[in-house]
């Protein structure tokens, strides 16, 4: 929560504030838009602000996570400690629940934040549902999502919404400088994630740049024969890369599209690109990943527009 906002979170908190002062806010408050923007930034600030009005160390308790009236759901650890789960889970809302209906410790509101929303299963939207349908005054739920589609339409019917979207390019590329990133590489980052400058900047930190080159690479040795599509396969899945390779090798497919004028070659580009994400969206089942990836491949490698995965694809 510390430090400047980006351009762009400024805007949204700016207006939240001003329609919180001037009384028009809600009690549920649906932030949503691509991940990485800042969603949960511009949240805590808005928390901060609203809950700063009833004492001084508000800011500070809310950033150390020890603000008795600010309360955060998000993704829990799983019961071996290993990983986080993949859902907010109904034990979760009820929890919540009772906390809201306690009465703030500080001043007459509280705050709670539930992010990713998105990721709520269905019986904790049917326990949010309740909570919201049964607002107290001075409690404000506000639900961060990035694919709001995935909430029950009850649940987004009852929410006032904050939507973020890309910002214009030059403020995106600005920002990515104030970051440290050195121009060229901006550009080129951003460039490569359509104009979004977080994933921009986080591909640039952690290596996502570095691993859409050596995609592109694999890429075009596939296309030249000269590297096999199931060792390709079983090197892209050995990690927790896969789907960001993907990712990155659909988009180089369409970037290749579009200096063609080949009809024909643009059409199976765009059902590569197509199969690519039908791919990402597999490998969050029980598929086996690596032939999965591995008929992708083959396809890319003849030059064919690749359908859904076969029926030999084995399972687990």
Known sequence: ??????????????????????????????????????????????????????????????????????HVVTLQPNR????????????????????LSLTPQYGAAQVAIVDPADAINTSAANALLKTLEEPQPGRYLWLVASNPARLPATIRSRC????????????ALAWLQAQGHASGVAVEALDAARGHPGLADAWLR??????????????????RGEAAPIETAQRWTGDEHADL?????????????????????????AQWFDAANRTRDLLRTTVRADLAVAELLLSWRGGQAPGPASANTRYR
């Open 160 to 171: 006032q919404r904050l939507e973020f979207g890309l910002p214009r390019r030059d403020e």
């Open 1 to 70: 929560m510390s430090g400047p906002l980006a351009p762009w979170q400024q805007r949204a908190f700016d207006h939240a504030a001003r329609t919180l002062s001037e009384g028009r806010l809600g009690h549920a408050l649906l932030i949503c838009g691509p991940a990485r923007l800042g969603k949960r930034a511009v949240a805590e600030r808005l928390a901060a602000h609203l809950l700063g009005a009833h004492g001084p160390r508000s800011d500070h308790l809310i950033e150390a996570g020890t603000h008795p009236d600010f």
């Open 80 to 99: 071996e400690g290993t990983k986080l789960r993949s859902e907010i889970v109904i034990e979760q809302i009820r929890e919540l629940s009772e906390k």
């Open 206 to 223: 952690d290596g996502g740049m570095r691993l859409r080159r050596e995609v592109g690479e694999d890429l075009a040795r596939l296309a």
């Open 245 to 269: 390779r993907l990712r990155h090798a659909a988009d180089l497919a369409l970037d290749e599209a579009a200096g063609l004028t080949d009809p024909a070659r643009i059409r199976k580009l």
